[in-house]
């Protein structure tokens, strides 16, 4: 289990602070366990935090009071995310709801605040991180659009590997397939079917419990 020491150390803004700096980011940093199923944060917040997936996984979604749900990204251990909200002065337009028990930074809206002021490194990230936000997004537009159910699937796996955005993942992912459903927007038996597909591609190898990926390139391209 990853601590917050060890999502920084992953983090490429927060090695490049000095001594003092890391350490106030730790002292207006609080880390919370959310249990399954239960909210990181909710539409219609107030925005006082910066977020970070220290050990778990989340998804972005939204509830509508009609009934109608959608999920948009899968958010996985060493993944930051929120700063868009925190920039803008509204109330928070999304979910967050823990996929499984996950621990998760809350950083205070403060310090986000001095650090956009001070590091130039933290800026960097932050234009890097929303640069392929936005590409992240627009890529799952042009496979709704264009790729098969088995080719959705493969590109909604791959996305939780991306190493910019999650430099904390490993290539085994704990993660049943109810929650890959909720993920990609499909039943849980077509993932069941896409899996199958998938493995016998030699792409990934599925354990109960557990995914593996084991050709990560080729699984970001599956379908074309």
Same mark, same amino acid.
């Given at each position: 289990?990853?601590?917050?020491?060890?999502?920084? %150390?992953?983090?490429?803004?927060?090695?490049?602070?000095?001594?003092?700096?890391?350490? %106030?980011?730790?002292?207006?940093?609080?880390?919370?366990?959310?249990?399954a199923?239960?909210? #990181?944060?909710?539409? &219609?917040?107030? =925005?006082?935090?910066? !977020? *970070? =997936? #220290?050990? &778990?996984? #989340?998804?972005?979604?939204?509830?509508?009071?009609?009934?109608?749900?959608?999920?948009?990204?899968?958010?996985?251990?060493? &993944?930051?995310f929120?700063?868009?909200? $925190?920039?803008?002065?509204?109330?928070? /337009?999304?979910?967050?709801?823990? $996929?499984?028990?996950?621990?998760?930074?809350?950083?205070?809206?403060?310090?986000?605040?001095? @650090?956009?002021?001070?590091?130039?490194?933290?800026?960097?990230?932050?234009l890097?991180?929303?640069?392929?936000r936005? &590409?992240?997004f627009?890529?799952?537009?042009?496979?709704?659009? +264009?790729?098969?159910?088995?080719?959705? +699937?493969?590109?909604?796996?791959?996305?939780?590997?991306?190493?910019?955005?999650?430099? *904390?993942?490993?290539l085994? $992912?704990?993660i049943?397939?109810?929650?890959?459903g909720?993920?990609?927007?499909?039943?849980?038996?077509?993932?069941n079917?896409?899996?199958?597909?998938?493995?016998?591609?030699? @792409? #990934? /190898?599925?354990?109960?419990?557990?995914?593996?990926? !084991?050709?990560?390139?080729? !699984?970001?391209?599956?379908?074309?």
């Amino acid at each position: 289990m990853q601590s917050l020491d060890d999502m920084l %150390q992953a983090s490429c803004w927060a090695r490049q602070l000095s001594a003092d700096e890391l350490e %106030q980011v730790k002292g207006d940093t609080v880390v919370r366990t959310v249990p399954a199923g239960q909210y #990181v944060c909710m539409k &219609g917040d107030a =925005v006082e935090h910066w !977020l *970070g =997936v #220290v050990d &778990g996984l #989340v998804k972005m979604a939204s509830n509508w009071s009609s009934g109608k749900t959608t999920s948009f990204v899968g958010l996985s251990s060493g &993944g930051w995310f929120g700063e868009g909200s $925190l920039m803008k002065d509204e109330p928070r /337009r999304y979910d967050v709801i823990a $996929l499984r028990e996950s621990r998760i930074a809350y950083m205070k809206r403060s310090r986000f605040q001095h @650090l956009l002021d001070h590091s130039i490194p933290f800026n960097r990230f932050l234009l890097i991180q929303l640069n392929e936000r936005l &590409g992240q997004f627009i890529g799952m537009m042009e496979h709704e659009r +264009l790729l098969n159910t088995d080719a959705r +699937l493969a590109r909604c796996l791959a996305s939780m590997f991306h190493p910019l955005l999650y430099p *904390g993942s490993s290539l085994e $992912l704990r993660i049943s397939q109810e929650e890959i459903g909720l993920l990609a927007g499909i039943s849980r038996q077509r993932v069941n079917q896409a899996l199958h597909v998938l493995e016998q591609a030699g @792409l #990934v /190898r599925v354990d109960y419990g557990t995914l593996t990926i !084991l050709d990560l390139d080729r !699984l970001r391209c599956f379908g074309e």
